[in-house]
């Protein structure tokens, strides 16, 4: 299994001579307005894709399933819509599974717990995108934990700490976790994903897991850096197994 970051969420899945795209969000930089009610009025997506517009259609070209954790724009977007064909197989969360469809999307495949596609079984996680009111209206997000038979990833999503992700790692134990970090938050509330203290729990939480932080310098209501979490994590003697890559890298 080999995991490539793109750019905010999206990752690029290779298992065997399968290949998963994870919540593409495809446009270039500046793409689309910003964020309402976060302070902050730069423009979507705030950088570029780490492709050329070659690699790009290559990477379409040879991507055989997409995997969404939820269809917020940053990790389903217009130019993810537009050059995705209708007839690849989309799998989600069946709560986006009737809009997806009305996408034009043909051949959706809701997870409702776990499936198995092409030998890979994709178990799904729930989360909590934020808290309060806040949170209600973010809806619902699921993470998944994919499994070849020989190793397995845990991509949590867009959550925060909270009971449900403690309760994947109890049930599936993962040695490796993919976390959205950088503390996204609106004007009023609380954090929407992942902030310093919550990449520090899931680390203490699962002390024989590897984990990587994405979802960083992408959006405009992120408020935490990577260098801030770089930091946070040597401070704590944790660099050793929790990572900060950049855009393009190769996690595993």
């Given at each position: 299994?080999?995991?490539?970051?793109?750019?905010?969420?999206?990752?690029?899945?290779?298992?065997?001579?399968?290949?998963?795209?994870?919540?593409?969000?495809?446009?270039?930089?500046?793409?689309?307005?910003?964020?309402?009610?976060?302070?902050?009025?730069?423009?979507?997506?705030?950088?570029?894709?780490?492709?050329?517009?070659?690699?790009?259609?290559?990477l379409i070209a040879h991507t055989d399933a997409v995997?969404?954790?939820?269809?917020?724009?940053?990790?389903?977007?217009?130019?993810?819509?537009?050059?995705?064909?209708?007839?690849?197989?989309?799998?989600?969360?069946?709560?986006?599974?009737?809009?997806?469809?009305?996408?034009?999307?043909?051949?959706?495949?809701?997870?409702?717990?776990?499936?198995?596609?092409?030998?890979?079984?994709?178990?799904?996680?729930?989360?909590?995108?934020?808290?309060?009111?806040?949170?209600?209206?973010?809806?619902?997000?699921?993470?998944?934990?994919?499994?070849?038979?020989?190793?397995?990833?845990?991509?949590?999503?867009?959550?925060?700490?909270?009971?449900?992700?403690?309760?994947a790692l109890d049930k599936y134990q993962p040695?490796?976790?993919?976390?959205?970090?950088?503390?996204?938050?609106?004007?009023?509330?609380?954090?929407?994903?992942?902030?310093?203290?919550?990449?520090?729990?899931?680390?203490?939480?699962?002390?024989?897991?590897?984990?990587?932080?994405?979802?960083?310098?992408?959006?405009?209501?992120?408020?935490?850096?990577?260098?801030?979490?770089?930091?946070?994590?040597?401070?704590?003697?944790?660099?050793?197994?929790?990572?900060?890559?950049?855009?393009?890298?190769?996690?595993?």
């Open positions: 299994m080999k995991v490539q970051l793109l750019r905010n969420a999206s990752l690029v899945l290779t298992i065997g001579e399968k290949t998963l795209l994870v919540d593409p969000y495809l446009a270039p930089k500046e793409t689309y307005n910003a964020f309402d009610f976060t302070g902050n009025d730069r423009r979507n997506p705030l950088v570029d894709l780490p492709l050329s517009e070659q690699q790009l259609a290559d995997l969404l954790t939820h269809i917020h724009p940053d990790h389903w977007d217009e130019k993810a819509r537009e050059l995705l064909p209708k007839h690849i197989p989309v799998l989600c969360q069946p709560a986006n599974e009737a809009t997806i469809r009305e996408q034009g999307y043909t051949h959706v495949r809701p997870v409702a717990d776990e499936l198995t596609w092409e030998g890979i079984k994709i178990s799904r996680t729930s989360g909590q995108h934020g808290t309060g009111q806040i949170g209600e209206r973010m809806g619902i997000v699921s993470g998944y934990v994919i499994s070849d038979g020989s190793e397995a990833v845990y991509i949590a999503g867009d959550t925060i700490w909270c009971d449900d992700v403690q309760q040695t490796k976790i993919i976390v959205n970090g950088g503390g996204a938050r609106f004007a009023e509330g609380d954090a929407i994903v992942m902030d310093i203290p919550d990449i520090l729990q899931v680390c203490n939480y699962a002390p024989a897991a590897s984990v990587w932080v994405v979802h960083l310098e992408a959006v405009n209501h992120g408020k935490q850096s990577r260098e801030d979490i770089r930091k946070a994590v040597q401070d704590h003697q944790l660099a050793h197994r929790c990572f900060v890559p950049e855009d393009g890298a190769f996690l595993f």
